[in-house]
């Protein structure tokens, strides 16, 4: 029995102020395996990929690797075991280069000298053998992209002499044709025998990925799957411990008068010409690869960048945002793809986070209204079901899909009459998603725009009522409701 398996995790608890995050959890994994570990956001996924990697310490319950019974002391002591996590928040150093960053804890030889030639050729290997053999080794990683800081990651791993890989949520920050990229080298890596855990909220990738599913509810062990013995509807049941009718909510679809138009916005290399119209009511998907200039013409739009040409019509009337305060004093909100620097603040309260943007409703003569603060957060974040333990606690107590619900939760707060989403479920758990889609739905139908950024095919084709694709830093096309498809998005993505 101990034979067949690299890493046994038999009855492990995890407490944390009298909190059970993990309750007699059971994990196995076999060499040569890609095993999915899933849950909603607060299942204690993280918390039980945490003690294996030696970041928290097991309360009760024994951890096997390779047969033998280990107390994993510390994350060096994991690393020496030869397992690797990379978290969904990046473990880099963003002022050093990414071949610093791969090597950072062997740069120099017995020597004390570093052979630079050396770290940029392995850095540059590895990056090859990722697919991703664009990025240079001696870019900083505060330059690159959300995605591309991902691929660095997965290098430093790869990089050790790694017999176990956990992913937590890889291809929240990859588009589709990256996402095959990554499902290539791990199906590699398997055939290296590396055993892989992977965590993802999105389903349909574990059907494509993955040989064996367990499910994680509320801290304890809901079951483990062979793929191939449970379906997608199967799997959310478990997890969330009822039926989900439907992720994607009918609406009733009223479109209004325009809210938005932007004609001919250019700024820098990734906003070149884009024209493109918002509607009262209407929700806008905006897809394209990582690059397009999505991201980009958004926090031009929205007072974060500047503009250097063309035109932004808000309300009836041209406006030019000098920075995002205005777009706010203007009733627009941005929910930006990197919560942990952009979306929320980590070291304040949750109640803070989520009435920042409309403090006016909870403050009478400048001074703010603690009772009434509390109740109108608590109401809000009510809605999206975020669970915390307590409101006053601060954001970084929070798992990832709840800090997004956060981010999100203050613009729900903001009355906003446009809303711009930049990947809103990113890490988010599929009943979450489903909370998140009727606030959207709810907002549309109260005569609010939203223009939703989303890497996620299915996302993209079932809450838009029209899709712009860019590429290149242009709108590539335009799609009505009638032609979504992953076939017809895909073309304009790539330019066929």
């Not at 411990?241 to 009733?252: C, H, I, V």
């Not at 889609?437 to 950024?453: Q, R, T």
């Not at 899709?467 to 335009?478: A, N």
């Amino acid at each position: 029995m101990d034979g067949q398996y690299v890493v046994e995790m038999d009855g492990i608890s995890k407490t944390f102020g009298g909190i059970k995050a993990v309750s007699n959890m059971h994990l196995q994994l076999k060499r040569g395996e890609i095993h999915a570990l899933i849950g909603e956001n607060g299942a204690g996924k993280s918390t039980l990929m945490k003690i294996l990697s030696g970041a928290y310490a097991n309360d009760t319950g024994t951890i096997k690797i390779d047969g033998q019974i280990i107390k994993i002391g510390s994350p060096r002591m994991s690393l020496e075991l030869g397992i690797a996590v990379i978290y969904q928040e990046f473990m880099l150093v963003p002022h050093l280069t990414v071949a610093e960053n791969i090597f950072i804890d062997k740069l120099s030889d017995k020597s004390g000298l570093v052979n630079w030639n050396r770290l940029r050729a392995e850095s540059k290997k590895l990056l090859v053998k990722l697919g991703f053999g664009d990025i240079d080794p001696d870019d900083r990683i505060l330059d690159l992209s959300i995605a591309h800081q991902q691929i660095v990651e997965i290098c430093k791993a790869l990089s050790k002499n790694i017999k176990v890989l956990v992913l937590d949520e890889p291809s929240a920050v990859l588009t589709f044709s990256e996402i095959e990229k990554l499902f290539t080298l791990l199906r590699e890596l398997k055939k290296q025998g590396i055993a892989i855990v992977y965590i993802s909220h999105r389903l349909e990738e574990l059907f494509a990925l993955c040989d064996i599913i367990t499910i994680m509810k509320d801290g304890c062990f809901a079951g483990t799957f062979n793929v191939h013995e449970i379906n997608k509807t199967g799997l959310i049941e478990k997890m969330v411990g009822r039926e989900l009718n439907t992720l994607f909510p009918k609406r009733k679809v009223s479109i209004g008068e325009t809210m938005l138009e932007v004609k001919n916005l250019c700024a820098g290399r990734q906003v070149n010409n884009v024209s493109f119209c918002v509607k009262k009511g209407e929700i806008i998907g905006f897809s394209g690869l990582v690059g397009a200039g999505r991201t980009e013409t958004m926090r031009v739009i929205f007072g974060a960048d500047k503009k250097e040409s063309g035109s932004i019509n808000y309300k009836g009337k041209e406006v030019n945002f000098l920075s995002p305060y205005d777009a706010v004093k203007n009733k627009m909100g941005f929910l930006p793809e990197d919560r942990k620097q952009q979306g929320v603040l980590v070291a304040l309260s949750i109640r803070l986070n989520t009435t920042l943007t409309s403090l006016a409703k909870v403050s009478s003569s400048g001074v703010l209204n603690h009772k009434k603060d509390t109740n109108f957060a608590t109401k809000i974040l009510s809605n999206l079901k975020a669970k915390y333990s307590s409101i006053n606690d601060n954001v970084n107590s929070l798992s990832g899909g709840n800090q997004q619900k956060v981010a999100l939760a203050k613009w729900l707060a903001a009355d906003c009459e446009l809303i711009i989403l930049d990947e809103p479920t990113r890490g988010v758990d599929v009943g979450a998603k489903a909370e998140i889609y009727k606030a959207m739905n709810d907002l549309a139908e109260a005569g609010v725009s939203i223009i939703m950024i989303s890497s996620e095919m299915e996302e993209v084709i079932n809450m838009s009522d029209r899709v712009y694709v860019m590429r290149q830093g242009s709108i590539s096309g335009e799609l009505a409701k009638s032609e979504l498809t992953e076939v017809e998005i895909m073309k304009l993505c790539v330019g066929e």
